[in-house]
T-cell receptor, first 116, second 115 residues
């Protein structure tokens, strides 16, 4: 158990819908990262938040947005869903201050999204 | 952008034997970190081992060790005394030490352990 929690574990929805994925980082971690794992794209970085502020964006679609709240949990919002958005979405957390031990990212169990 | 290449889609190893997974990366940075993550059938991403680029000594974690060749930009993972529980997909990942902290992953290598 990495200490990172994600809910829900599974999500089935229809095209055009909107969903929210939730992540709680390990206790003490200030950084939250979102990754998408799909068969055709592999593991791709979406976005990074540190202590409530957006720090970096990757290949995140405009239909997707995220935020990190004062209690440090994060939510990834996916809207106008398409079939191609079906994937495993991971949240990872790290302390967020230099040094490899502090910068190692620990992953949650993921949310499996299926868009029908 | 950093590119991570895992050239072996699949590897098979006999139980108790040794298997080595290859990983190469492309970067112009001198300060960075490298990781190997394991993804078993449960799909959980589990950290296996990590290496700081400024350290010449290769990292070791129990039966897992790496061969880090900085000049060659190579970072291979050796699994010794393979066990059935080692069967999984293994991902090599790169993280910049200077810029954004995202992980860039290779395509992964599926390891099968034969009893």
């Amino acid at each position: 158990d990495s200490g990172v929690t994600q809910t829900p574990k599974h999500l089935i929805t229809a095209t055009g819908q909107r969903v929210t994925l939730r992540c709680s980082p390990r206790s003490g971690d200030l950084s939250v990262y979102w990754y998408q794992q799909s068969l055709d794209q592999g593991l791709q970085f979406l976005i990074h938040y540190y202590n409530g502020e957006e720090r970096a964006k990757g290949n995140i679609l405009e239909r997707f947005s995220a935020q990190q709240f004062p209690d440090l949990h994060s939510e990834l919002n996916l809207s106008s869903l398409e079939l191609g958005d079906s994937a495993l979405y991971f949240c990872a957390s790290s302390v967020g201050h230099g040094g490899v031990d502090q910068e190692t990212q620990y992953f949650g169990p993921g949310t499996r999204l299926l868009v029908l | 952008a950093q590119t991570v290449t895992q050239s072996q889609p699949e590897m098979s190893v006999q139980e108790a034997e040794t298997v080595t997974l290859s990983c190469t990366y492309d970067t112009s940075e001198s300060d960075y970190y490298l990781f190997w993550y394991k993804q078993p059938p449960s799909r959980q991403m589990i950290l296996v081992i990590r290496q700081e680029a400024y350290k010449q000594q290769n990292a070791t974690e129990n039966r897992f060790s790496v061969n880090f060749q900085k000049a060659a930009k190579s970072f291979s993972l050796k699994i010794s005394d393979s066990q059935l529980g080692d069967a999984a997909m293994y991902f090599c990942a790169y993280r910049s030490g200077i810029n954004d902290y995202k992980l860039s992953f290779g395509a992964g290598t599926t390891v099968t352990v034969r009893a």
